[in-house]
């Protein structure tokens, strides 16, 4: 996995918050980390980049299998690393940690 996507699930609690979300499938870019997760209020993707501005954007997305789309449901930006995990949980009703 590249660098930035590490720092990324770091910054949402590392392994703890793959336990905890069931988040799975993970790819990474150069400036980007995206996973699946269980389906929960319509969302079961997220993508979450580094800009360079060193804030990060948040995009919460909903993949139908049936008619292989993959629909924005939302999206935040000027994100700053300790903003990750709430606004996770917000949005997933998630818990990221115990």
């Known amino acids: 996995m590249h660098k930035v996507a590490n720092i990324i699930l770091e910054q949402l609690g590392g392994n703890k918050f793959l336990v905890m979300t069931g988040a799975k499938n993970l790819v990474?870019?150069?400036?980007?980390?995206?996973?699946?997760?269980?389906?929960?209020?319509?969302?079961?993707?997220v993508q979450i980049t580094l800009n360079?501005?060193?804030?990060?954007?948040?995009?919460?997305?909903?993949?139908?299998?049936?008619?292989?789309?993959?629909?924005?449901?939302?999206?935040?930006?000027?994100?700053?690393?300790?903003?990750l995990a709430p606004v996770f949980e917000l949005k997933t009703g998630l818990a990221t940690k115990l």
Not at 28 to 45: A, H
Not at 53 to 82: P, Q, R
């Open 28 to 45: 990474s870019s150069d400036y980007s980390l995206f996973f699946s997760i269980p389906l929960t209020k319509k969302i079961n993707r």
């Open 52 to 83: 360079p501005d060193d804030v990060y954007e948040m995009t919460f997305l909903k993949y139908n299998s049936k008619t292989l789309m993959l629909e924005e449901i939302h999206k935040i930006s000027g994100l700053h690393a300790d903003m």
